[in-house]
């Protein structure tokens, strides 16, 4: 569906150049907002622990489809508890989306054991529940076991 392309690495976007110049508002569920490193580390660490799946939603304020998708997000992860949700803003952790080679929002990382296993970039809603609803089934099976 939609996808934000016009994310360059290198350029650094201003407030000025953001079309609504705000900070998502509004009922995150239970999606964690990543604002540092530390948090970052804090929350994969507990997740490796924990045998977690983690769902990263890379995102940008400015970004129209991130924005669509965002509340649909929030319903997935109330629906399943048994993922570790994630968002991180580009624009204030550039070297994390760097690191996971995040070069279009959004962009959706799945982690299980602090490695790459999925990834969906676009604003799809059926193929991010899919995924989602996969890696959900999987977890639950481990956790009957």
């Known amino acids: 569906m939609g ?21 998502t508002t509004g009922s995150h569920g239970s999606v964690h907002i990543i604002n540092t490193s530390q948090e970052w580390e804090a929350k994969i660490s507990e997740a490796n622990t924990t045998g977690k799946i983690v769902v990263v939603d890379f995102s940008a304020t400015w970004c129209g489809p991130c924005n669509m998708i ?9 629906k ?14 550039r070297e994390l989306s760097e690191t996971w080679n995040v070069q279009a929002m959004p962009t959706f990382v799945f982690i299980k054991n602090g490695k790459q296993i999925d990834t969906l970039v676009g604003a799809d809603k059926s193929e991010l529940e899919k995924k989602v609803k996969s890696y959900a089934t999987a977890a639950r099976g481990r956790t009957a076991s």
């Not at 965002?70 to 109330?78: I, R």
């Not at 399943?80 to 952790?93: A, R």
């Open 70 to 78: 965002a509340p649909f997000y929030t319903e997935l992860s109330q």
């Open 3 to 23: 996808n934000c392309f016009s994310y360059i690495f290198g350029r650094k976007t201003t407030t000025t150049e953001r079309p609504d110049n705000r900070p």
């Open 80 to 93: 399943h508890p048994q993922l570790v949700f994630l968002k991180v803003d580009v624009d204030e952790l």
